[in-house]
Every structure is written in structure tokens, then in C-alpha cells.
């Protein structure tokens, strides 16, 4: 069984071992900032926000076979996306890479003994 200090040390050295294959990609957000005092509408505002993450390009080929990840059938654009536990992905519309947005498709928690990382299917926005 896991201990708390082992967790603790699996996510030290989960760190060390994604710090070459790390970029940053740029998560965007819609939050209602206000409400329009005639229409009562509520008006939105677009957040930014600069994360660390890991970008994996999907290879699929298309001899007939289905890729499927996470019970999502991956089409030619979509990648792979990694997120560490501490990123806060709710909200989240968008994530820009190069100026290229994605939508997340699906988000899947990972770990061993506690959630560490995110694992993200993401879809080019046409």
C-alpha cells in the first residue's frame, strides 16, 4: 500500500521526468464578468492563462482500423495533451499551441495512489 510520502515522491519524480518534453500552451476561458442591466444577458469575459503541459502528436492511419481513446474515436487533427494535477482545467474553452486553438475532447485523471496528471484529448477548432 501507498503512503502519503511515497504519493508525494511519485509526483517529485513525475516532474524531473517530464521537465524535457515540457512546453507552455495557453488555456482560455469564458467567465461571466457581469450582467447586462436591460437585457439581463450576462456578459462574458475571455481568461488567459499560461500552463506547462506536454503536446503529443496522434498518429492514426486510416486503413480502416479505429483509434479510440478514452471511448473517443480519434480523427487526423487531434493530440494528446498532458496536464500536471495542479492546473485548473475547469472552464477551460480552448487551449492555444503556436497560435492553432484546440477544444478538449476528454479529460482523464491519472495517477498512482492519487491523481498526478491529466491526460486530455484535444481537437483542432476549425
Known amino acids: 500500500m501507498l ?19 515540457t512546453e507552455s500552451v495557453t488555456l482560455i476561458r469564458q467567465s461571466v ?17 499560461v500552463v506547462p503541459a ?3 502528436e496522434v498518429s492514426t492511419v486510416f486503413n480502416g ?9 480519434l480523427r487526423q487533427d487531434d493530440v494528446l495533451v498532458t496536464f500536471d494535477s495542479d492546473v485548473d482545467l475547469s472552464g477551460v474553452t480552448a487551449i492555444e499551441r503556436n497560435g492553432v486553438k484546440f477544444s ?21 477548432v476549425v
Not at 509526483?11 to 518534453?21: D, F, H, I, M, Y
Open 3 to 21: 503512503t502519503p510520502d511515497d504519493i508525494q515522491w511519485i509526483k517529485a519524480n513525475r516532474s524531473e521526468l517530464t521537465v524535457g518534453r
Open 65 to 73: 482500423d479505429r483509434s479510440v481513446v478514452n471511448g473517443v474515436e
Open 33 to 49: 464578468s457581469d450582467v447586462d442591466p436591460y437585457t439581463n444577458e450576462p456578459i462574458t469575459s475571455e481568461t488567459r492563462e
Open 104 to 124: 478538449i475532447v476528454t479529460i482523464d485523471e491519472k495517477g498512482i495512489g492519487a491523481v498526478n496528471r491529466y491526460e486530455c484529448v484535444a481537437r483542432r
Open 54 to 56: 506536454i503536446w503529443k
